[in-house]
């Protein structure tokens, strides 16, 4: 593995301060030999550089045992960092409260740092990789004096399978180690897989002061690094996820030749058993966990479809020798939005957590000593503590839970889990549907013309924020391929490597774009959602096998009225043909918009994509 020059220098500069304040009995007892879990050179040799700037008592490696679990857990106990909630009702849950002023994502420091500053592209913040070793090596330093840093080899993938990338993440945070280990596939048995190899992430994170002036969450995707300092809210510190898995893999991606993407992968078992695959990219809390798992309704449930969840959030996307496209679901668990979350809205999601999961920022229900949250149930608890530790009277009008508070959950606890969760092949993929909460301009579903087009139509993605990511929620903005926050290099080379990929896969699946979210002139929302969105890939599928026709629109194929099923639902054909009604005048506002935004982005956006946005200008007349 390539040092970087300025990581190479800082930290040989660091140990150097280091050895000169630290006699060598101080330094004894970072010593990892006490408890060797590789001889790995690179990996020692990179702990120890750490070690040696983040000044920790002692070192721990997780093996990924049950033992070791449980003693972790006692400790968190003990400081309180984890709740331990009634073990009859939520066998195996615990409960954690983040600092209050960390609760979400923080897209604004959040870096870049490639050697060129084009490399990163506009999107993203950038810093120069010297400069930003030298600030967050300041930050680290003996950030860990006093604690353990843990140190926990993970998988992204099944472990020794093609798909598979190994990251360590070096943590000061228990909280983190058991996130992690539902989250990814971790301990021995992947630093076993790693063996002598240098191709691994190296991922450091310390929760430092937790102070909001100094969190910074940065990324080297030429040095296979990440750092993550004075954060301990999930998105920010459990590196394998965002970090690794969408900010890394998508330059990683981009290098080798393949996908890293924001994408739920679900399965359709028809009534026959054949079952088919779709894989959706949505904006943060836009509903990917619902879907993923969604119940079908009782028009489809009757005749024998199931539907089965592969991934909620993040898909690894590569051509199989089939010429088809295949995924897998990098991550081992749900990292969900709890608030919301019930028996109607997400049943399965729900189920999930009802064992192994450690619950974040929810209310603490002390009369059974459970979990609440805003949309459970109709029946706030009356002697509860809110997310921020405080009692909390639920009739005060103010939140209990946090809008981002989360579950942490097991993918294998989901009653839908895909047979295919541990394939090491992964499913191959017939749709890719793009979407966003969009309230009049795009209708409920229509599909593209060509992989050109449907990438085009991914790359002008828009939606209103929503909390899940610190800022102002409700504002309109583009988020390419639910992309925005995640592609580590520039975001027009992004929309190149799609159309460079799709002429990488004889077989490419069909690519549409849903909207779950039209709203009436009151503002309701017209389509029910959830389940009932299956109507809608039911139809995605049937274009995909050429079973149904459609409406050739300037923005692409859309449904005739009568070919989405809506048996057994209020709902007529009239309300059906509004959701479908291609509205051209916010079309036609929409194109200013996308035309700042491609310039926002700069000169990498592709040619085919300007001409793409000019054909649509011009069918719009
Ligand atoms: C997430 C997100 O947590 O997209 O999945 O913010
Ligand atoms: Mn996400």
Redesign the pocket.
């Known amino acids: 593995m390539v040092l970087h020059f300025g990581q190479k220098y800082y930290i040989i500069k660091l140990i150097l301060d280091f050895d000169n304040k630290f006699p060598e009995s101080a330094k004894m007892n970072i010593n990892q030999e006490e408890n060797p879990m590789t001889n790995n050179t690179f990996v020692k040799s990179w702990i120890d550089e750490m070690a040696a700037l983040t000044q920790p008592d002692n070192i721990v490696w997780i093996d990924g045992s049950e033992e070791q679990r449980q003693a972790l857990l006692e400790q968190a106990f003990a400081t309180g960092e984890m709740i331990k909630l009634n073990q009859e009702l939520l066998p195996n849950c615990y409960l954690h409260r983040t600092a209050v002023n960390d609760v979400a994502r923080v897209e604004h420091r959040t870096f870049i740092c490639t050697s060129k500053k084009e490399d990163a592209g506009n999107i993203n913040n950038w810093m120069d990789p010297t400069e930003c070793y030298d600030k967050l090596g300041k930050l680290f330093k003996g950030s860990m004096k006093g604690q353990t840093m843990y140190v926990i080899p993970y998988s992204m993938g099944v472990v020794g399978s093609d798909f598979a990338k190994i990251g360590i993440e070096l943590t000061d945070s228990i909280y983190v180690v058991l996130n992690m280990l539902i989250m990814t596939r971790a301990g021995k048995e992947v630093i076993d897989a790693l063996g002598d190899s240098a191709d691994f992430i190296k991922g450091l994170h310390a929760r430092a002061e937790l102070d909001e002036e100094k969190r910074y969450i940065v990324h080297f995707p030429e040095d296979n690094t990440i750092w993550s300092v004075n954060s301990g809210y999930g998105?920010n510190v459990l590196l394998g996820?965002?970090c690794f898995a969408?900010r890394i893999a998508s330059y990683l991606g981009k290098k080798e030749g393949w996908m890293a993407e924001?994408m739920l992968i679900l399965g359709i078992e028809g009534p026959d058993g054949d079952v088919k695959y779709i894989s959706a990219a949505f904006?943060?809390?836009c509903g990917?966990t619902n879907l993923a798992m969604l119940i079908p309704p009782e028009v489809y449930a009757k005749k024998g479809y199931k539907v089965w969840c592969v991934g909620?959030?993040?898909a690894w996307l590569r051509v199989g020798q089939d010429g088809r496209l295949w995924a897998v679901n990098p991550e081992n668990g749900f990292?969900g939005v709890a608030p919301g979350t019930n028996m109607k809205s997400n049943p399965n999601a729900l189920l999930t957590t009802k064992r192994d999961t450690i619950f974040t920022n929810v209310v603490h229900n002390l009369e059974n000593n459970t979990v609440w949250w805003e949309g459970l149930d109709k029946n706030p608890p009356k002697n509860a503590v809110n997310w921020k530790g405080e009692p909390w009277d639920c009739e005060s009008g103010e939140k209990g839970a946090h809008p981002n508070s989360r579950f942490t959950a097991l993918a294998q606890n989901c009653p839908c889990i895909s047979s295919e969760f541990n394939s090491t092949a992964g499913v191959p993929i017939s749709a890719i549907v793009f979407g966003g909460r969009r309230a009049k301009t795009a209708p409920l579903v229509y599909q593209s013309t060509s992989w050109q087009h449907g990438t085009f139509v991914g790359s002008i993605m828009a939606s209103e924020t929503t909390a899940?990511a610190a800022g102002a929620v409700g504002v309109v903005r583009r988020d390419p391929m639910?992309m925005r926050p995640?592609v580590g290099y520039d975001m027009g080379d992004y929309f190149q490597h799609w159309l460079d990929m799709g002429k990488k896969i004889p077989n490419a699946p069909k690519i549409f774009h849903v909207n779950w979210f039209r709203t009436d002139d009151e503002g309701h929302f017209i389509w029910p959602g959830f389940g009932d969105n299956m109507r809608v890939l039911m139809w995605i599928l049937a274009r995909c096998e050429d079973k149904v026709d459609a409406v050739e629109t300037a923005i692409g194929f859309v449904p005739k009225a009568e070919d989405i099923n809506i048996e057994g639902l209020d709902i007529d054909l009239d309300t059906i043909n509004e959701l479908l009604r291609v509205d051209t005048a916010s079309w036609k506002e929409d194109i200013a918009n996308i035309k700042e935004f491609y310039a926002m982005i700069g000169e990498r956006v592709p040619a085919e994509l300007h001409e793409e946005l000019a054909a649509l200008e011009a069918r719009l007349g």
């Open positions: 998105g996820k965002k969408l924001h904006p943060s809390a990917k909620d959030d993040i990292f899940a639910a995640f």
